[in-house]
């Protein structure tokens, strides 16, 4: 069983920058997803930010490109998301998501798919 703790979340002011981790347990396969999604209100779950763990691949949604950045440490098992030039509309929960995969060197993006997930970390820009 995976389990998944998500911390980094605050209240920072617009320009400002957040790194958000994730400390994963319980990985059994050899390869997984992992990714961060983000949820507001009145809005549906999307993904943000996805990596293999085996390296050598990263997805990154546009809305966010060339500002946040996806980074896994294996040996740690810590799933990290850099946050920089944070907008109003990045504000949401946070939640790390997790799940094993076989099929090749890349992760699919809907929330659907993904079968661990933390509780979330909360994330607010504003001024």
């Known amino acids: 069983q995976v389990e998944l703790a998500e911390s980094g979340g605050d209240s920072v002011e617009p320009g400002g920058s957040l790194l958000l981790s994730c400390s994963g347990s319980g990985y059994s396969y050899s390869a997984y997803c992992l990714g961060w999604f983000r949820h507001a209100p009145g809005k549906e779950r999307e993904a943000v930010a996805l990596a293999y763990s085996g390296g050598g691949w990263n997805w990154l949604h546009d809305s966010v490109k060339g500002r946040f950045t996806i980074n896994y440490d294996s040996a740690k098992n810590i799933l990290y998301l850099q946050m920089n030039n944070l907008r109003p509309e990045d504000s949401a929960m946070y939640y790390c998501?997790?799940?094993?995969?076989?099929?090749?060197?890349?992760?699919?993006?809907?929330?659907?798919?993904?079968?661990?997930w933390g509780q979330g970390t909360q994330v607010t820009v504003s001024s």
């Open positions: 998501a997790a799940d094993p995969r076989s099929g090749g060197r890349w992760c699919p993006t809907g929330k659907w798919e993904y079968s661990y």
